[in-house]
């Protein structure tokens, strides 16, 4: 039997014809007090902690995406995402901007029913973060992100999520210095860094687009 070809999934690079692949997807929970508030949790700065999304959960900017199975209560979460063009292990803060290739807006979608279920069991919560195309990002502006700038999120035009970079408990030197002493980071590696309030459903129908001032934005329509 032949063996399988794995294709290495990619996304867009503004302004370029090449593609940034992508090797493994990090993901920072609860990075803005007020969605930590309204998600029930302390905002205060507490160590961030971190799950993960396959690489093939990417999906470009104009998709159409079947609704997710096994949820009826499906999340939009606005976040920055910060593309890595080097590694290393234990990265100081001072060193982590240098590892930045480029920066897009993304979506985490969230099973959130599902999330919750696991959460009250004790249990593991992958499939709430992890399913097929769960990370929506947009095409990658080269170089490290602003401090501060909007970060919004529309449904069918209706703002749901405005925030601003700023208001990120850990800033994204501090994201990636932490993450790096949990792994060693690589090129191609994505760091979602968290969403800021107002997160909430999406239905069969919607159209989903997030925005990050000076980034392409990123749209997704969901079909029944």
Request: hydrophobic residues 45%.
């Amino acid at each position: 039997m032949d063996l399988p070809k794995v294709d290495v999934p990619t996304i867009a690079i503004a302004g370029s014809t090449q593609r940034f692949p992508v090797r493994r997807i990090f993901c920072v929970g609860q990075n803005y007090a007020d969605h930590a508030r309204e998600m029930g949790s302390n905002p205060d700065r507490e160590q961030p902690f971190f799950f993960s999304k396959p690489a093939d959960a990417v999906v470009e900017s104009g998709a159409a995406l079947p609704f997710p199975s096994q949820t009826n209560n499906l999340h939009h979460e606005v976040e920055l995402v910060v593309a890595l063009g080097a590694g290393g292990s234990n990265v100081a803060v001072a060193d982590a901007g240098a590892m930045i290739f480029g920066h897009a807006v993304g979506i985490d979608l969230t099973r959130r029913d599902l999330q919750a279920d696991a959460k009250a069991k004790g249990r593991p919560w992958d499939m709430a973060k992890g399913f097929d195309a769960s990370a929506p990002v947009g095409a990658l502006t080269p170089g490290a992100p602003p401090a501060a700038g909007a970060i919004t999120l529309r449904v069918n035009g209706d703002l749901r999520q405005n925030g601003d970079l700023s208001q990120m408990i850990w800033n994204v030197a501090e994201v990636i210095s932490k993450l790096s002493t949990y792994v060693a980071l690589a090129p191609g590696d994505l760091i979602f860094t968290g969403t800021p309030a107002g997160v909430g459903p999406i239905v069969a129908g919607e159209t989903v687009v997030a925005e990050i001032a000076g980034t392409a934005p990123v749209e997704v329509r969901f079909t029944a």
